[in-house]
Structures are given as C-alpha cells and as structure tokens.
C-alpha cells in the first residue's frame, strides 16, 4: 500500500481500467479513485470496455471514448481484475502503458505489474480502496462513500457472501456516516427489474439446461437474444433466480455477444472453484464467480465447459 500512497501522491496523470461486464464493485471503485485523484487535483480518465448496467446507472460513471489518453497519461491502473486480457480491447494499450499498477482482490494471474496491491482475503476491491483513501487523508464526500458502499454491498451480494467480513460491516458502518439514500442504492441494486424481466425470464427458463445429474444449469443465450437483451444479461444479479436450487453446484452463462465471442460467466454454491474453470479459458475472478470470453466454435465450447465442472466437482 505504501507504494500506491507514493505513486498517487507523486505522478499528476492517470488512466483507470476495469473488467469488460462491469459490476458495481469494478465501476464504483473505479469511479471513487477518480473522484479522489480529481480532489487531488489530477488528471484522470475511465476506461471499459462494457456498458455501464442501468441498475448502477446512478453511480454517475462517465466512461472516457478517446483512446489517446492511455499513452499519454504517467500511470495506467487496473482496479477489480489482474489481467489485461480481462480489460478487453484496451489490453494492448495497458500492456505499454508507461507505470502499470494494480489494486484488486481476485486470485492472482500470471500478469506482471510495477506495482501491485492484491488482497485475496478481501470481500471487494472498494474494501481495499478504501482504505487506500483513509491513509491518503482525503475527505470524502457522498458521493465517492455511495460508490465506495455500492462496491463492497454488490460483491459481498448484501453482505450475505460467505467472502463477507467484519471489516465490511465496519467499511458499511463508516460510509452510510455520508447520509447518501441508501433505500435507493439497495432498490436499485438489489430488487429494480424493468418490464422485459419478465420476458427474459421466459428465454433463460428455455434456455437452461441441467447437466451432470443436475450439479451444473447451464443457460445459452444467442447473439439474437443477447442483442435483444443485452442490458439484463450484463447485470450480474440477472440469473440470481437460479441460486440455491436442490443439488445443484455450478451455474454456467453463455452469451453470444457477437458472430464469434462467446462471454462465459462461472458461479458456484458451496465448494467448487470456478476460477479453476474460468482459466480454463483465459478467464479468471473469484472462488465463487469467475468469468471469461472465447470464440471457439459454441457446440466445442459447451463440451470443454462441461469437462472442466466435471473434473472441478
């Protein structure tokens, strides 16, 4: 931690990454080190290669289109992953970035940094920036608090993630101090489903397909129902309906995102780790949620996916 306090105290430029399918941990603390840095008095730009979710929309993320910056700017900081193939089509651009620096909490990648401050005990990346905050003595505001909450809540599912800690509960007590509307932030997260839900539920149900004597549902959605669904399939709450289900352990998600990329989401119940099975593919993430993206033609994809939970259980 002390580097990243020297390295932000020290260099006046800086360009923010985070994963393509963004959560609300991955854009809100990326959006609240932006609103720190500009207090700062540096220059700043957000990059994603993703849509922002509509349910996270008031976060107030303004994600930067002008690529030019990247080469520019003194340091490029990658928050919520720790590798650039997990950035998309801004990868190549990080990997020459002058000063590469990392602030994450999924399991490590292979991925050489400069700097690098991973804490894999960590419930959320917003848990770790915090605290980066709270040691740089910036006074933070409402809206850097409600980002910050709206990062831990969402990766800690509402604090009921067996990753929760009592130092999130803490985190939480400390940041609802800002008096942001929290009724709104936990609406918006956690319970807000547009009409078309209910149609999109009707396509997921049809779509599921339970394999391995019901251990693994497996939901494929093609590129035509992707289009027409994208906004709900790039929220990450969208298939929580199918958590929990009797003797079921794996929950795999195929998107169709364009002709020839799949998008591959991984979540688990008690005990698999589906980042084993996410790296399978080039992915990685959490013990418990992972994801990926490959072009392997669908019907070979489906067979490795299934071979990998397979040899995982």
Do not use: W
Request: charged fraction near 25%.
């Amino acid at each position: 931690m002390k580097d990243i306090l020297k390295i932000i105290k020290k260099y006046n430029s800086f360009a923010l990454f985070c994963h393509v399918n963004p959560d609300a941990d991955a854009l809100g603390s990326m959006n609240a080190l932006r609103l720190v840095l500009k207090k700062l008095n540096k220059k700043v730009y957000m990059y994603c290669d993703g849509v922002v979710p509509k349910n996270i929309s008031f976060l107030d993320v303004k994600l930067e289109e002008n690529e030019k910056h990247i080469s520019q700017v003194e340091v490029c900081i990658m928050l919520d992953c720790n590798s650039s193939n997990r950035i998309g089509k801004y990868a190549e651009l990080f990997d020459k970035a002058k000063l590469k620096v990392v602030i994450d909490h999924h399991q490590k990648s292979s991925y050489e940094f400069d700097y690098s401050l991973i804490d894999m005990t960590s419930p959320s990346t917003a848990d770790i920036l915090y605290e980066i905050i709270k040691e740089l003595k910036v006074t933070i505001n409402s809206q850097i608090a409600l980002n910050l909450y709206a990062g831990l809540s969402s990766d800690t599912g509402c604090f009921v993630h067996s990753s929760t800690s009592a130092l999130s509960h803490k985190h939480a007590y400390e940041l609802l101090s800002y008096n942001f509307d929290l009724a709104e932030v936990n609406y918006n997260m956690f319970k807000y489903k547009g009409s078309n839900y209910l149609y999109f539920y009707k396509t997921a149900l049809k779509n599921t397909r339970a394999y391995l004597g019901g251990k693994v549902y497996v939901t494929f959605f093609n590129y035509k129902e992707y289009s027409r669904y994208e906004d709900i399939c790039e929220n990450p709450t969208a298939f929580s309906f199918l958590e929990g289900i009797e003797g079921n352990e794996i929950r795999v998600k195929i998107m169709e995102k364009t002709k020839d990329t799949f998008s591959l989401s991984f979540r688990s119940n008690k005990y698999a780790n589906v980042c084993n099975i996410a790296r399978t593919f080039n992915g990685g993430g959490h013990i418990r949620a992972s994801g990926a993206e490959t072009s392997m033609p669908y019907k070979e994809l489906l067979s490795q996916v299934l071979e990998a939970c397979k040899k995982e259980l």
